[in-house]
């Protein structure tokens, strides 16, 4: 039995570590102490002082109290975005349920591109649609090692994202594969062989599996808005509420010291690479990530293991696989995540507490790498997760690496539960 010193529950942690004889570490062993977890969930249910006001117009609804502002559209229910003191914050177009099948599910449908010569680097699509897959050919031969080029998609043709910026071997295909999104145009560049020296363009092709991901609502949700004093709420409270469009339910509620409270839920069954509820959040637009969980690196479905429960901290960076090597990520699928901060490169930040065990959070998209160890992504930027994909290795899909690799089966109703605050700088997210 080990002897704890009298004041351990005042901790958000319980570390134990083993040594050999010689005091060198054989192994660490980390776990919440539940009275931090139940101190964390009184202190976001305890009263506040302040009024949140709700109004609700033609072309929106807006919830405010404390200097934020969230407005949702008044159709779909989604949040449309979030002000405080006038300053913009990213979170927006969500929650929106998000989930992929496994590939075999649905084939690639390619999509019309306009007409243009074969080695065009940019193409663009007849009509910019949804689209979560780019095929490249180069003049690559068998006496090439490789081939290295920058590979950007857009969603009007102005605005470009770099999904891969590396090298591939003949052998590794020329299927990009990415989060289902609006494309418009894609473009690649400094297409070069391995001794340096140009390759022409042969082909590109782009095209999406419609049958893998979530249809588009075809009824209208259900929207409800309630102010405090109604059944059930707390005093100086304002929310909204959306049943249907694609969730079976989601909840804002505003409080009086300006938090934001998200109640959401789905049922799904069946075999799924991931699902949950995502939004958009630009990623340049953070500058800093800190966290309580486990950590300090990102996981996978089936590399769950060696990470410790702490607080941690990633400053953003772009991670090309094979190219840098500036490690831990800072893009990918958290476990564990207890409570959070985003810091904002404009200023300020965003605090996020979670209250549902088992809920992953995913922050940005890594850039793809060999076809193996592509893990596949939701749309979107910010998303709450509760099944997320497994990794392969470099001659392994994740489908032959094992039970624990195989897609998640799906089965029931999922709720999830976060309280967003926002202020100029954040509280500590844990103590050891």
Known sequence: MLALPPTWQ????????????????????????????????????????GVATLERAADRITLSAAGVTAVFDPQSGQLRGITRGGATVGLSHGPRLVFARPGAAAKLQWLALQPADAA???????????????????ELTAAMPFAAFKLEVSPNGQQWRTIFAGSRRRGDGGRFEFPPQPVAAVRISDIRNSDGRPLQLKAVRVGYAAGRFPDAPTAAPRIA?????????????????????????????????GSLRLDFSYGLEGEYLYHGVTFDWPEHEVAGFRWFGAGPYRVWQNRLRGTAIGAYEIAPHELQPGESWQYPES?????GVQSAELTLAGGGGVGIANASPGMFLRLGTPRISHPNTTV?????????????????????????SGPSAQPARAAGVYRGTVVFRFGERGRAVGRR
């Open 331 to 335: 893009q990918g699928y958290f476990a």
């Open 376 to 400: 596949d992504f939701p749309a979107g930027d910010l998303s709450l997760l509760f099944a997320i994909p497994a990794m392969g290795s470099k001659f392994k899909t994740p489908e032959q």
């Open 10 to 49: 005042d901790a958000d942690v319980l570390r134990v570590t083993a040594s050999d004889p010689n005091g060198a570490e054989l192994w660490t062993w980390s776990w919440p102490i539940d009275a931090s977890v139940e101190r964390r969930r009184a202190a976001e249910e305890a009263p506040v002082d």
């Open 120 to 138: 065009a680097m940019e193409r663009r699509l007849e009509r910019p649609q949804l689209a979560n897959a780019v095929e490249v050919e180069t």
């Open 225 to 257: 808005t309630r102010t405090s004093g109604a059944p059930g709420m707390s005093s100086g409270t304002a929310l909204i509420e959306v049943s249907g469009g694609g969730l079976e339910h989601a909840r804002w509620t505003m409080r009086g010291d």
